[in-house]
Each structure stands twice: as C-alpha cells, then as structure tokens.
C-alpha cells in the first residue's frame, strides 16, 4: 500500500524527545510530502517536553546548575523564545542570563515548548499522545509492536524513536560492601519520597551521595519542612522549626564535595577566548589522524595545559598539581567545609580565581570539543578507565550547585543539621540488627534510623520492567565497551549482539552515553541526534521529484 501512512512511535517525551520532535517539525516544514504521517507518543507524565525531571508542581528550592543563558528549545528566534525571553514574560523577577532557576520554571518552559510545537506538527502529520508506560518493544512481521503497561491495544509503528531518559523514579545499585537495604530507596519526587512519614523529625537519616541529588534531599528535609534560610552577612543562617530531622549524615566512596558553579558576572575574569579557542583547536586535531585516540597520553595533557594558561592569565599557576592532589584527598569534616566555601568565595567574586577553578573552566568550555571527539568510538578502548575516573572527578569541579545551594549547604553544616564526620562511609548491621553507618578509615560509627539512597541509576541500568531490558534480554541492545549505556551506530540505530544496526529503532539521549558523550544537558545543539533521526523520517515521506529534463 503505497499511500500507507508511516507509523512513527515516539517512546518517552522529555526534554529529548521534545528535542526530536521540534526538528522533526522542522524538516516537514521544509519539504514536499507524498506519503502520510502518523506520530504516537507514549509519556505517561503529566507535562510532555518537561517529564519527571522538570515536572513544573515540584518545590522551587530544587534548583538549576545550568545557567539561563544557555537553554533554549529552538535553533531559530522566530521560532519560539529562549528560556530568558520566556522568563521576561511569566517570571521577570528570575530573568537574568546567569541566574539559576527552579526545575520547576525550567519545566513551565519546556512544556509550552512541547504544546507549541505539536501544534506546528499536526500541520504535516496525524499525532496522538498514548499516557501508558511502555513496558516492551517485540518485533514483529509488520515493523514493532509497542507493549504497555495497561495492555489491551495493539500498537504496530514503521519506526520507533526511543528517548526514555531516567525510565522513571528508582532505585541505583548499591555498592558491594553494602550489606543493608534503603528506608527510601530514591529521592524524587521529594514531597512523598521524603516526607515526615518516610523520614521522621528528630530521627537520625544516612544518605547515600553527596551529589547534586544528595543537596536535594538535604533541602527536602529541612527547606521543604518549613525552615528559612535568613541571610547572614555573605553566607546564609538557617532557621530551623522543629519537623527536621535530628541530624543528617551524608557519605560516599570519596567523600569529596561537589564544587560551586561560578557567575560570570560576578568575578573577574579578564577575556579568555583565545586560549579557549586554541586548545580546543588542538584537541580538535586529534581526530584528524584517523584512529582512536587515547585519553591519558593525548587529551588531558591538553586540558591541563588550558587549564594553566587560564591560571596564569589571572596570575596563578598550579593548575595540574591542584587536580593530582583533588583526586588523590579524602577530606575530613573542616577540609570538606573549606573547599566548598572557598569554591562559593571563588565563584562570587570575593577571592581570585582558584586552580579549582580553572581546572573546572577548562573542562566546561573545552567539553562540546571533547563530545566530538570521543563520542562514536573516538575514543581507544583502553582507554575508557581512564577518562571515566577523571571525568567522575571533574562532575565535581565543573559540573557542580549553584551558589546558592552551597550556601545552604554550608548553613546546614553550621548549625549542626547536617553531619561531616562519616563522608566516606558505608551503611551496615550492627550486632542488634539495626543500621549503623561505619567510616571506611578508622570504624568510627553511628547509629540511624533511616537510610536514603541519593544515587540515581546510571545510563546502562535500564528498567527492568522497561523496552530498553526487553531489546537487550533478546540481544537487540548490547553495554558499551564503556560500561555507561549502549552501543550505537552514526544514526542513532542499536548494535545488535549479532554487530548489525537494528533497522527501524533510534536510540537518543542517556542510555547511550558512551557511545554519545554528554547526554544529561538541556543544549539542544550539543548532539545531532535529534536531526538525524527527524531528516530520516521525513526522508521516508519526502515527495520525489522527478528529472523532466
């Protein structure tokens, strides 16, 4: 049936899957069709383009640590506003490029985004939104058959798109030595995750991480109870109110902290745009010489180097040092303390740039050359160890909270809330049953009521019960050699247990990390991802135009 319309099933719609959509919406906007269209996207989440992560009714003290300036759905203004733009029409008191914004603004955002552009996609092609959960993907004569969670209707596509993301709110690995379970098994979302009931007042809480989520939680517990943060000079004072918790006790396997996001518009950096520009030009060479290269003896060496000549820029130097002493440190209670105050005071302003900082700077403004030139096997085999334990290291220096989430941070140590002295930790049994968690160092211990993990599941950990564990189960999907998510190919297509591309299914967005760098951004332009799959859809309804000559 040549008139058949092309059966196209869009699997999960978060920001990614409205990444795809957009473009997809733009390419049809772009040619002649001859062949029908039909677009099914399956979200069970109440705000399609925002999902689970930026679900617009979570509390505003969740915060962004990615900049206004940076976030943006279209690729043109006379498409649709940038965040900021947005921001200046439904909440000007937070429109300011440097700011760091509520997930739940971000959200708002992302979901008029996502209304906005069905409305332009409904021009070109039938669409329905299906709010089941995909539960598994089989192939069958007729293209794949979409299983949901609620059963009963059959869903057959041509194509299929999947853009899961998180796969939802759940639970991570634990760690090997880990002998006891979780009370809260993950963090989000925080209202019911960490409630009163879950985690009583005056109760004594472990959480496991002390990452981005980690502050959450922390904010969740006290915050989200009622308690005021009240300025205090340059820091914060908190005001508690009697629903906290007794004492909070985060720990990892390093035990370091996770370092301030700086404001630009608060230090003084004089313009560093050539030394940015020459080094990433060096890396960029690396990927002319035809072979993989390797991370240890090739690319860092010229991250370093950046991050020295930024240093020296600002009358430091050290840079290199600084880092070998970072990874190598495992910091008590006062040292933690100081290297996350000094990361605030650095990023505001109030003490000179750090070789914290330029380590950080660097591997920010180098990453979108770094994406192009690991990702797709750019990057040796034996050499994924290496980068994966720097690159680890560097979500700390580079990738860390907002300002104003450290402060909070810092005020809930200084008031005695929150509990530094078991940061590299582990939870066990003690000899009654009842957890306790034990310092990796010198078995110092405490006993807790409650244990929290904050660690959410990584890019190859798919969902037991979700599309991505059935196309492995059948050897549709096979691990990266990298151990983050799954192998792809240039299209976007899976790499069967057999070496083939899967036909007909595209992979985007977290679960290929690995093959893809830099999956967890909100910078449509830092992956192609979307673009190839919609140019490969709207290939297949393209009118052809025939040679009258």
Excluded at 405 to 423: H, P, Q, S, T, Y
Aim: some cysteine; charged content about 20%.
């Amino acid at each position: 049936m040549p008139n058949r319309p092309l059966r196209v099933a869009v699997i999960g719609c978060g920001p990614k899957g409205l990444f795809c959509i957009e473009q997809l919406t733009k390419q049809l906007e772009n040619v002649d069709t001859s062949r029908p269209l039909s677009v099914t996207i399956f979200e069970p989440a109440d705000f399609p383009g925002a999902g689970l992560v930026y679900d617009p009714r979570q509390p505003h003290y969740l915060r962004m640590n990615f900049a206004v300036r940076h976030i943006d759905v279209w690729q043109r203004q006379e498409d649709g506003p940038s965040l900021l733009d947005w921001l200046r029409e439904r909440h000007p008191e937070s429109a300011a490029a440097d700011q760091f914004v509520p997930r739940a603004m971000v959200g708002e955002y992302l979901h008029d985004c996502y209304l906005a552009t069905t409305i332009r996609l409904e021009q070109h092609a039938t669409l329905s939104r299906v709010r089941d959960r995909v539960v598994d993907l089989q192939e069958v004569n007729t293209g794949w058959r979409v299983v949901t969670d609620r059963g009963g209707d059959v869903y057959e596509f041509d194509e299929v798109l999947l853009t899961v993301g998180h796969e939802g709110w759940r639970s991570s690995t634990v760690d090997r030595q880990q002998t006891t379970t979780f009370d809260t098994s993950h963090v989000y979302p925080v209202e019911s995750q960490l409630s009163p009931a879950m985690a009583p007042a005056s109760s004594h809480i472990a959480i496991r991480g002390i990452g981005l989520t980690a502050i959450d939680a922390m904010l969740a517990l006290t915050e989200g109870r009622g308690g005021r943060f009240r300025p205090a000079g340059d820091a914060l004072r908190y005001e508690p109110v009697g629903t906290e918790p007794a004492r909070i006790f985060p720990y990892s396997r390093s035990g370091r902290p996770m370092l301030a996001k700086p404001n630009p518009q608060q230090m003084s950096v004089p313009d560093l745009t050539g030394v940015w520009q020459h080094y990433a030009g060096d890396l960029a060479t690396l990927a002319s010489r035809g072979r993989a290269v390797h991370f240890r003896e090739e690319i860092w060496p010229k991250v370093e180097a950046a991050a020295e000549a930024a240093l020296r820029e600002v009358g430091g130097s050290g840079a290199a040092p600084w880092f070998d002493s970072w990874r190598n440190g495992c910091p008590g209670s006062d040292a933690f303390r100081d290297q996350l105050s000094a990361s605030v005071e650095v990023a505001t302003g109030r003490q000179a740039p750090s070789a914290a900082w330029a380590m950080g700077e660097a591997w920010r403004r180098l990453y979108p050359t770094l994406v192009n030139l690991i990702s797709y096997d750019g990057l040796a085999k034996d050499s994924w160890r290496d980068f994966r334990t720097v690159a680890a290291e560097m979500e700390r220096v580079a990738f860390g909270p907002p300002v104003e989430n450290c402060r909070k941070f810092l005020a809930l140590v200084d008031c005695g809330l929150v509990n530094l002295n078991f940061l590299q930790g582990t939870v066990t049994p003690c000899e009654t049953g009842l957890p306790e968690l034990r310092t990796v160092e010198d078995n110092r211990t405490v006993r807790i009521d409650r244990h929290v993990n904050a660690v959410l599941p990584g890019p190859g950990a798919s969902h037991p019960s979700g599309p991505l564990h059935s196309l492995a189960q059948r050897g549709n999907l096979v691990p990266h050699h990298s151990d983050c998510g799954y192998q792809i190919d240039r299209s976007g297509r899976p790499i069967t247990a057999t070496g083939k591309s899967l036909c007909s299914v595209t992979l985007v967005g977290r679960p290929t990390e690995g093959a893809v760098l830099g999956n967890d951004t909100l910078n449509p332009r830092l992956h192609d991802g979307p673009t190839r799959w919609a140019r490969h859809i709207a290939q297949q309804v393209q009118r052809i135009k025939r040679n009258t000559q």
